[in-house]
T-cell receptor, first 115, second 112 residues
Framework: DTEVTQTPKHLVMGMTNKKSLKCEQHMGHRAMYWYKQKAKKPPELMFVYSYEKLSINESVPSRFSPECPNSSLLNLHLHALQPEDSALYLC??????????????FGPGTRLTVL | QQQVKQSPQSLIVQKGGISIINCAYENTAFDYFPWYQQFPGKGPALLIAIRPDVSEKKEGRFTISFNKSAKQFSLHIMDSQPGDSATYFCAASLGTASKLTFGTGTRLQVTL
């Protein structure tokens, strides 16, 4: 299996809802990432997990809560989002290499709309 | 110092032509430089990547040229095809399991 899968593909939620995005990979990668991408912009890093521990948080608001239950799964819990949080949310994974290198493989994304 | 500047913003190339996209970085500690291709509504796909100890890398029709002294790198797409029409992002990073700093993207259109 050489892909990153994400569910759901599309999500519409109100500002008071609680929802979760899910990401899965079976490539044996021990680093997993959440990125946010607005239309016509590059992806922006939100979080990095390395060996199931949160290693980077790019000052993301607490209404976004990541979770890494095991080495294959990554969740992003959403609560009390704002309309400006509407975006494509991308999950990625990579090996953790002692010699460096950072080949990140992206999933297809979840298109989130906040009403 | 973390920026990666990408040009042009958009590019129109005839089928069979060469597409060239350029990027410049500031942080000399960056040690990994990938290019991603993204189609509308899809996630970015890793095309090709280079480390700073190599000046050129070729994979099929795609070539990265890297100039360490100028802090620049570029993507060349030979024999461009309509199926190459997509947005291309350069990126740079330091170390492993780390942030990819992306350029602003280039929208490539290959015409018949």
């Amino acid at each position: 299996d050489t892909e990153v899968t994400q569910t759901p593909k599309h999500l519409v939620m109100g500002m008071t809802n609680k929802k979760s995005l899910k990401c899965e990979q079976h490539m044996g990668h021990r680093a997993m990432y959440w990125y946010k991408q607005k239309a016509k912009k590059p992806p922006e890093l939100m979080f990095v997990y390395s060996y199931e521990k949160l290693s980077i948080n790019e000052s993301v608001p607490s209404r976004f809560s990541p979770e890494c239950p095991n080495s294959s799964l990554l969740n992003l819990h959403l609560h009390a989002l704002q309309p400006e949080d509407s975006a494509l949310y991308l999950c990625a994974s990579s090996l953790v290499r002692l010699a460096g290198g950072n080949e990140q493989f992206f999933g297809p994304g979840t298109r989130l709309t906040v009403l | 110092q973390q920026q990666v500047k990408q040009s042009p913003q958009s590019l129109i190339v005839q089928k069979g032509g060469i597409s060239i996209i350029n990027c410049a970085y500031e942080n000399t500690a960056f040690d990994y430089f990938p290019w991603y291709q993204q189609f509308p509504g899809k996630g970015p796909a890793l095309l090709i990547a280079i480390r700073p100890d190599v000046s050129e890398k070729k994979e099929g029709r795609f070539t990265i040229s890297f100039n360490k002294s100028a802090k620049q790198f570029s993507l060349h797409i030979m024999d461009s095809q309509p199926g190459d029409s997509a947005t291309y992002f350069c990126a740079a990073s330091l170390g492993t399991a780390s942030k990819l700093t992306f350029g602003t993207g280039t929208r490539l259109q290959v015409t018949l």
